[in-house]
């Protein structure tokens, strides 16, 4: 059986950080390496994590520069054949999704699933808008993130470091960076992932937005991108169009 290294990030989450470590701590599937880096939270955070110390593989709580710099830290402590991120009030889908995952095909370079998003009283909104593709590859965030990164998992042989001078939006760059080396990537067809809306990048939309812009114009070149964005303009308008018609 596949080795999965789970990393989660906090920071000052006393609310919400158990759910996310029991999460990970009931799966069915037992190779799992579980590391926490905290960035020194003076909440309570950090006694909620000793609770459940004997069942971590490693535990760092020290300042860090930013999320991402947090991110690098467990990335770099990972021994696992693969890694996934699961920070602070997000969820692995259900006791048995990593067991699930690994069961839908060996050997792949990546896996991935469906989100499923809930709000700050952790009430279910649905799936996320952008829906994961049936096929996913580097050039499939062309229409926007329709993979997140709680619901990837990424043979850690293929991953790099995140760019730290993306301060909002570096998850997309990494996972673009691994799937561009990737020769087999499977959908599990499930949902995979629990994600609380409202993270960093929803509160620095706008920053997170012009990171997202200058990502995908590295990689798909600015006039396809433009190109792209109007597309994405016309079918976010649809589905807001739609969603109202419905309401009423």
Do not use: C
Request: aromatic residues 12%.
């Amino acid at each position: 059986m596949p080795k999965l290294s789970v990393i989660t990030i906090v920071y000052n989450n006393v609310r919400d950080i158990e759910r996310t470590i029991k999460s990970v701590l009931n799966q069915t599937h037992k190779e799992i390496e579980y590391i926490i880096i905290d960035g020194k939270s003076t909440d309570g955070t950090l006694a909620v994590i000793e609770k459940y110390k004997a069942q971590i593989s490693k535990i760092v709580s020290e300042p860090d520069k930013g999320i991402y710099d947090a991110m690098n830290k467990g990335l770099a402590l990972a021994k696992g054949d693969y890694v996934l991120f699961m920070n602070s009030g997000d969820e692995i889908y259900d006791e048995h999704t990593v067991e699930a995952v690994f069961a839908s095909a060996s050997g792949a370079d990546i896996y991935y699933g469906e989100t499923e998003m809930y709000n700050d009283n952790w009430e279910s909104l649905g799936r996320r808008r952008h829906e994961a593709p049936e096929e996913f590859s580097w050039k499939s965030f062309r229409f926007g993130m329709n993979v997140s990164h709680q619901a990837i998992y990424i043979k850690r042989s293929i991953t790099v470091p995140y760019d730290l001078k993306y301060k909002y939006s570096s998850d997309i760059d990494w996972i673009i960076k691994a799937a561009k080396k990737s020769s087999n990537i499977i959908n599990v067809h499930r949902y995979v992932a629990k994600y609380l809306v409202g993270g960093m990048s929803k509160k620095k939309h706008r920053e997170s937005l012009r990171e997202r812009f200058q990502i995908f114009s590295k990689y798909y070149g600015l006039i396809p991108n433009i190109l792209s964005h109007v597309v994405i303009a016309g079918n976010l308008a649809f589905y807001f169009l739609k969603n109202r018609r419905t309401n009423d």
